[in-house]
């Protein structure tokens, strides 16, 4: 459950978020779309502790994210898997190594790591390409990589920023469907973007944003702007 009561966020005299409420159910495949500037990103940042609003409150499950402490983030982000337009992938770490990180710092053991690494990598389609690093595989797959890294802590919400973003059609359709997946597996998917073509296609709720307000939020909608 993601629940925004009135936030707004400034950066320095700039209103990025308006006064912003939405609610989001567990389970939910949503799409915040908007063009650059919309403030969609701000929300994401929001949500995982990242930034803290200025006013209004920010919930997620159980947690009141507008009074977390910096020790608590750590603990939301296990919560919360995160994919982005660049992957951020350690080019030195093979596909592997990347997502056993993520477990590595969070105090993970040896034979948990073992047992979680090559069951994400499964879910991902990337069987047998874990000993590969980034540079030598492709984008629809560094992505892939990406979300089994997000998947490592069995989020309960998955929030992916611009995960098409670098990827052509075929590799972003791809992605799209992993996501679906992910998702009927009672994962809450909140997928941020301006790709007209995905978001229309899926035909699931879509909250429109602008100038830092939602204008828009639909069952079955479309992208209009």
């Known amino acids: 459950m993601i629940k ?3 936030v707004s966020k400034f950066y320095s005299k700039n209103k990025v978020l308006d006064e912003v409420s939405l609610f989001i159910k567990s389970g939910e495949f949503v799409s915040i779309v908007g063009q650059s500037g919309a403030g969609k ?8 502790g990242e930034e803290r609003a200025d006013s209004g409150k920010v919930q997620v499950g159980d947690w009141d994210i507008t009074r977390l402490s910096r020790r608590e983030i750590p603990h939301l982000r296990r919560q919360i898997g995160v994919i982005f ?17 993520a477990l590595e710092v969070s105090g993970g053991s040896r034979e948990k790591i073992k047992k979680i690494v090559p069951s994400v990598l499964k879910i991902v389609g990337l069987e047998g390409k874990g ?6 595989v492709s984008g629809g797959e560094k992505q892939r990589a990406a979300i089994a890294r997000a998947l490592v802590h069995q989020p309960k919400i998955l929030l992916a920023d611009e995960p098409t973003g670098n990827l052509d059609a075929l590799n972003a359709d791809e992605i799209i469907e992993l996501l679906l997946r992910i998702n009927n597996f009672g994962t809450t998917v909140v997928l941020v973007t301006h790709n007209k073509e995905i978001v229309n296609r899926l035909n699931r709720r879509v909250i ?7 204008i828009s939020d639909k069952e079955n909608g479309k992208y209009l702007l």
Do not use: A, C, H, W
């Open 85 to 101: 337009q660049d992957f951020k992938l350690l080019p030195k770490k093979t596909l592997e190594e990347n997502i056993s990180f």
């Open 4 to 6: 925004l009561e009135k």
């Open 131 to 136: 000993k590969r690093y980034p540079g030598e």
């Open 208 to 214: 429109t944003m602008d100038s830092g307000q939602v």
């Open 41 to 48: 990103t701000t929300v994401v940042r929001l949500l995982i």
